[in-house]
């Protein structure tokens, strides 16, 4: 159980194309998504928190029109990274809280998705 | 907002020995504190968590400890075998807020 997608799990574009990125919770209805940046031999960044039928809350420092984030349904969120440069090549990695009752704090964390802008 | 500070940052063990990772953390008011372990291009694999009112966990091979008064917690790993060789990264999350902040990793690599 508690397993997330991610999709697709490695994309090279054009610098200037705009790039989306599904984040799926498959067994499981996730309360809150998130998602995280990480660099070669890092630490995981938090980018932005996502509330299904909510606006996205983004960190200091993230820009939301940047990366615009869509948290449609209790198992769906998307990232898009607009106008993708090269300095946004990085390592994508969602997780997904599930939706319990007991205001439970577990994330679980989707493999991935590796973004190259060339 | 949270300080979570993770060492060492590289651990390297003979197969069967044990590992042991520690993380401090800056906010009294967290209260759950998970380990992930990271596999080369994969996406982080929650292993273990224990929350502020638990002070050891134990699953199998691995536990985790933790003091609310000194504001740390360990990851054990016993018996380590080959297949333990991956990133672990400590996390920890204030009360009502469900973020997670994350130390910096430790590579572990088990020597066969």
């Known amino acids: 159980g508690a397993v997330v997608s991610q999709h697709p799990s490695r994309v090279i574009c054009k610098s200037g194309t705009s790039v989306k990125i599904e984040c799926r919770s498959l067994?499981?209805?996730?309360?809150?998504m998130f998602w995280y940046r990480q660099f070669p031999k890092k630490s995981l960044m938090l980018m932005a928190t996502?509330?299904?039928?909510?606006?996205?809350?983004?960190e200091q420092g993230v820009e939301k029109d940047k990366f615009l984030i869509n948290h449609a349904s209790l198992t769906l969120s998307t990232l898009t990274v607009t106008s993708a440069h090269p300095e946004d090549s990085s390592f994508y990695i969602c997780s997904a809280r599930p939706h319990r009752g007991d205001g439970s704090y577990e994330q679980y964390f989707g493999p991935g998705t590796r973004l190259t802008v060339t | 907002g949270e300080n979570v500070e993770q060492h060492p940052s590289t651990l390297s063990v003979q197969e069967g020995d044990s590992a042991v990772i520690k993380c401090t953390y800056s906010?009294?008011?967290?209260?759950?504190f998970p380990w992930y372990k990271q596999e080369l291009g994969k996406g982080p694999q929650l292993i273990i968590d224990?929350?502020?009112?638990?002070g050891e966990k134990k699953d199998q091979r691995i536990a985790v400890t933790l003091n609310k008064t000194a504001k740390h917690f360990s990851l054990h790993i016993t018996e380590t075998q080959p297949e333990d060789s991956a990133v672990y990264f400590c996390a920890a999350s204030i009360k009502g807020d469900y973020k997670l902040s994350f130390g910096a990793g430790t590579t572990v690599t088990v020597r066969a």
């Open positions: 996502s509330n299904e039928g909510s606006k996205a809350t983004y």
């Open positions: 906010d009294s008011a967290s209260n759950y």
């Open positions: 224990i929350r502020s009112n638990v």
């Open positions: 067994d499981f209805q996730a309360t809150t």
